[in-house]
């Protein structure tokens, strides 16, 4: 079982509201990512990072921003959330360098009425 | 840009046969190459890496082929059981500071 987790596992907000999406993980890595992606859809990579104080925007292009201060810890905020931001948001890490698999968190499922 | 193509988004097949997902890519090949299984509402599950040097990697029921020269890479699970119906990701891994290459997956479904 990967040591990484997410908060909440399920949210149902109205429209406009400012959310923040938690990912911590335990296991010291410094790469960490975030991807969005629709039940029986790909993956999207939306932010990632490579240690503290650096993040950098993915693939796909999002309202959402990140942050990361401590090592362990990487959210993701929703400034104001809108019905086409209702998704399966997954949190990964991997230990830095090649070679290494990424850890998934188990996602949080975001309904915006 | 690098574009990668699992061959079916879904596969059938009976339980005891071998099923053989394949994944291609495009353009330069990646220093490693990872397989997920993913089951529905959840996150992505590590399965296999192998490297770009090697030619086959074994697991248990699985085994994972790699092939730069095609750029193709072939998973199979031997002896599949009900319990192997997910979808399978390939990932690609390039050296330095880029982010896996995740493939869109293949549905795969062992009929009993």
């Known amino acids: 079982e990967a040591d990484i987790y997410q908060t909440p596992r399920y949210l149902v907000i109205g429209t406009g509201k400012k959310i923040t999406l938690e990912c911590s993980q335990t296991?010291?890595?410094?790469?960490m990512y975030w991807y969005q992606q629709d039940p029986g859809m790909e993956l999207h990579l939306i932010h990632y990072?490579?240690?503290?104080?650096?993040?950098e925007k993915g693939d796909l292009s999002s309202e959402s921003t990140v942050s990361r201060i401590r090592t362990e810890h990487f959210p993701l905020t929703l400034e104001s959330a809108r019905p086409s931001h209702t998704s399966q948001y997954l949190c990964?890490?991997?230990?830095?360098?090649?070679?290494?698999?990424?850890?998934f968190g188990p996602g949080t499922r975001l309904t915006v009425l | 840009s690098q574009k990668i193509e699992q061959n079916s988004e879904a596969l059938n097949i009976q339980e005891g046969k071998t099923a053989t997902l394949t994944c291609n890519y495009t353009?330069?090949?990646?220093?490693?190459l990872q397989w997920y299984r993913q089951d529905p509402g959840r996150g992505p599950v590590f399965l296999l890496l192998?490297?770009?040097?090697?030619k086959e990697k074994r697991k248990e029921r699985l085994k994972v082929t790699f092939d730069t020269t095609l750029k193709q890479s072939l998973f199979h699970i031997t002896a599949s059981q009900p319990a192997d119906s997910a979808t399978y990701l390939c990932?690609?891994?390039?050296?330095?500071?880029?982010?896996?290459?995740f493939g869109k997956g293949t549905r795969l479904s062992v009929i009993a």
């Open positions: 990932a690609l891994d390039y050296r330095g500071n880029t982010p896996l290459v």
């Open positions: 192998i490297r770009e040097n090697e």
């Open positions: 990964a890490s991997r230990v830095a360098g090649g070679n290494n698999e990424q850890f």
């Open positions: 353009n330069y090949s990646p220093a490693y």
């Open positions: 296991m010291g890595h410094d790469k």
């Open positions: 990072s490579y240690g503290v104080n650096s993040t």
